[in-house]
Nanobody
């Protein structure tokens, strides 16, 4: 079992920045691929970014590429999402997720086994 706890959400103006954190516990963090998803009201949960377990290879949704950066610190059992140049369309609940490093469907929410409770990000003036 893996427990995931997100933090860092809040209200920010358009063009601003936020950094989300997700602290993991329960199993060996470096065994897991990590990802961020988000869900806006009335919409499906969508993929945002993912990072591999040990090679730290990253992949992003087109909508956030160049503005968001996913990173991880295996020594601290934590994954981060640095969000810059935020837009109102980025408003959503952001979820941290984990799956085994062998997973190939890296952008599919169905492939992720463990989920955090989510943190709200609101981009508004």
């Amino acid at each position: 079992q893996v427990q995931l706890v997100e933090s860092g959400g809040g209200l920010v103006q358009p063009g601003g920045s936020l950094r989300l954190s997700c602290a993991a516990s329960g199993r060996t963090f470096s065994d897991f691929r990590m990802a961020w998803f988000r869900q806006a009201p009335g919409k499906e949960r969508e993929f945002v970014a993912t990072i591999s377990a040990n090679t730290y290879r990253t992949y992003y949704a087109t909508s956030v590429k160049g503005r968001f950066t996913i990173s991880r610190d295996n020594a601290k059992n934590t994954v981060y999402l640095q969000m810059d140049s935020l837009k109102p369309d980025d408003t959503a609940v952001y979820y941290c997720a984990a799956t085994f490093s062998s997973t190939t469907a890296i952008t599919a929410k169905e492939a992720y086994i463990y989920w955090g409770q989510g943190t709200q990000v609101t981009v508004s003036s």
